[in-house]
Nanobody, 126 residues
């Protein structure tokens, strides 16, 4: 069974950077499209960015993070990363990763399941 674990969150100042990691166990992550999602208390979970399986090479970014965040994967480490630069207070959320429905990576991508990890808290504040 594929299990994903998020890490790398923390406190950053506005304009700062963080790198989130999504590490997989149980299966080879390279075969899956992976998406990052974020959720604030009382709000719906939203898609932030996704990357297609290694054969596809497609990435997608929500307008709110385009030009600031970069998604990548390291197949040797079975991990997907989200490099977050030029952070803004509105990026404060809990971030999760999950494979996507039908391997789709683009506007409106959705998580493949409803079992989520702990997520990693990102707080942007001065």
């Amino acid at each position: 069974q594929l299990q994903l674990a998020e890490s790398g969150g923390g406190l950053a100042q506005p304009g700062g950077s963080l790198r989130l990691s999504c590490a997989a166990s149980g299966l080879t992550l390279a075969y899956y499209t992976v998406g990052w999602f974020r959720q604030a208390p009382g709000k719906e979970r939203e898609g932030v960015s996704c990357i297609s399986s290694s054969g596809g090479g497609n990435t997608y970014y929500a307008d709110s993070v385009k030009g600031r965040f970069t998604i990548s994967r390291d197949n040797a480490k079975n991990t997907v990363y989200l490099q977050m630069n030029s952070l803004k207070p509105e990026d404060t959320d809990v971030y999760f990763c999950q494979t996507t429905q039908q391997g789709y990576c683009g506007p409106g991508y959705r998580p493949a399941g409803d079992v989520w990890g702990q997520g990693t808290q990102v707080t942007v504040s001065s």
